[in-house]
């Protein structure tokens, strides 16, 4: 498996409280993603980034900041967390764009 | 971005041939079909891709169509542990950021 890892892997919040999802990566690769996966709705992009500092927004980014201070660490945050992102969430990395991603084990997050 | 479109689910017997078809009959000429699969609550995992001609690796082959609007996945010999959700992902090359996963086929491999 890719080294990728993400941390917490579950995680019970509030509504309205600040959680922040870790990933981190020890194969140097530039590109990192955030993901969420919803029943029937796959699996949607919701920030990228393409090297540190550089990131951008994906599909569904309302809600949702990203920090990337290292190659090998990319941060999800939602600064409020409501009950509309409970979700399974996963971290991808790649080298460049091309489209052979790997991903991480996920991570679930409820909230109440 | 072309659409594409997966049979919701498939049953296959574990040693036979598991054949996962996918339309996507308005792709462009420049744009891939990309495999992936995603085994229960795991990471989804990159199978194979091709633009349009037949591709085979360690895990599956790739038939495109001569037209290109439809592709079929096939797994040689599936096993218990192939049982996922398989996903056909149609993209231009070197776009990784705007990949986007549909609901993909429930491939069920049974004794």
């Known amino acids: 498996d890719a080294g990728i890892t993400q941390s917490p892997r579950h995680k019970v919040t509030e509504t309205g409280t600040p959680v922040t999802l870790r990933c981190h990566q020890t194969?140097?690769?530039?590109?990192m993603y955030w993901y969420r996966q919803d029943p029937g709705h796959g699996l949607r992009l919701i920030h990228y980034?393409?090297?540190?500092?550089?990131?951008d927004k994906g599909e569904v980014s309302d809600g949702y900041s990203v920090s990337r201070s290292k190659t090998e660490d990319f941060l999800l945050t939602l600064e409020s967390a409501t009950s509309s992102q409970t979700s399974v969430y996963f971290c991808?990395?790649?080298?460049?764009?091309?489209?052979?991603?790997?991903f991480g084990s996920g991570t679930q997050l409820s909230v109440l | 971005d072309a659409k594409t479109t997966q049979p919701t689910s498939m049953d296959c017997a574990e040693g036979r041939a598991a054949n996962l078809p996918c339309n996507h009959s308005t792709i462009s000429g420049n744009e891939y079909v990309y495999w992936y699969r995603q085994i229960h609550s795991q990471g989804p995992q990159y199978i194979i891709h091709g633009l349009k001609n037949n591709e085979t690796n360690e895990m599956a082959s790739l038939i495109i169509t001569e037209d290109r609007k439809s592709s079929t996945l096939i797994l040689p010999h599936a096993t218990l542990r192939d049982t996922a959700v398989y996903y056909c992902i149609v993209r231009v090359y070197g776009t990784a950021s705007k990949l986007t996963f549909g609901t993909g086929t429930r491939l069920q491999v049974t004794l």
């Open positions: 980034s393409y090297g540190v500092k550089d990131t």
């Open positions: 991808a990395i790649s080298p460049g764009q091309e489209e052979k991603l790997f």
């Open positions: 194969e140097n690769h530039r590109y």
